[in-house]
């Protein structure tokens, strides 16, 4: 399948997880890849080790396992400067950026009145500061190529209907929803869409961080809060399934959708 061919996407937090499968599908449907991420023990409050060099090494083997050319810097995508840098390369080395993915986040666990004004600071900053970065960084560049061009954010079941436990992380996946339905209406003239997935939990070092079980531990009742999906739920979401569903957003099949919210959820906010 190669729909994507002779488009060039940019690709955040794509080390490992979803990110490094939304890289990896975006280039067997034929696109050029763009993978940053910032490869270091950045997030102080996640109950998960973030990625390493080696692991955005592996998506880069990965990408060119499928015939790709592929680009990868390590950011963090609080760097506004470090973005824009990344975009003049991209523009220099491939002439043109067609897709945006903007992937990198981060989550952790604690009541809201009981987490540190960093720790809450720290998710608006990675998860919605760092996707308008990433904005920031390319849309200049997407208008004035002219080409139109696909932006598809992740925000997170989470940025519709909040669990409990993590209410500074649903706030910014909020944010994320509500940023990137303006940025539809603002770049529908120049025939950029701009849509968000909003993933359940996936099996990812993210999805899968334990230091969520002594939350639940201590708070039994918050288990309430999450009803049986309508699909059968006895394993998390994997990052290929949520891949399938950028891969349509990034191209011409879904060409007249754009300001969505596509939940990749199991039915869970159908509840």
Wanted: charge should be negative.
């Amino acid at each position: 399948m190669t729909a994507l061919a002779g488009k060039v996407a940019l690709v955040t937090g794509a080390a490992r997880g979803q990110g490094r499968s939304h890289a990896v599908r975006l280039a067997r449907a034929g696109a050029d890849i763009v993978a940053i991420d910032v490869c270091a023990q950045a997030a102080k409050y996640s109950g998960y080790p973030m990625s390493e060099p080696e692991d955005l090494a592996e998506t880069a083997r990965l990408v060119e396992a499928e015939g790709r050319k592929i680009l990868t810097k390590q950011v963090d995508v609080r760097d506004l400067a470090g973005q824009q840098e990344v975009v003049a390369e991209i523009v220099a080395t491939f002439g043109r950026l067609d897709i945006v993915v903007a992937n990198a986040g981060v989550c952790s666990w604690g009541r809201l009145w009981e987490i540190s004004a960093e720790q809450f600071q720290e998710a608006v900053d990675v998860n919605l500061v760092g996707v308008w970065n990433t904005i920031k960084a390319v849309v200049p560049a997407m208008i004035e190529a002219g080409n139109g061009g696909s932006i598809i954010t992740v925000s997170s079941v989470a940025g519709v209907k909040p669990p409990p436990g993590c209410g500074h992380y649903a706030a910014s996946k909020f944010g994320v929803v509500g940023l990137t339905k303006s940025l539809a209406v603002e770049l529908g003239e120049y025939g950029i869409r701009a849509n968000t997935v909003l993933p359940y939990g996936t099996n990812t070092p993210l999805g899968n961080d334990t230091s969520m079980y002594s939350m639940f531990e201590q708070h039994p009742a918050f288990v309430y809060s999450f009803p049986p999906n309508l699909l059968k739920t006895d394993a998390l979401v994997e990052p290929e399934e949520i891949s399938e569903v950028v891969v349509w957003l990034a191209g011409d099949a879904s060409g007249v959708i754009t300001g969505a919210q596509i939940p990749v959820d199991k039915g869970y906010l159908a509840r």
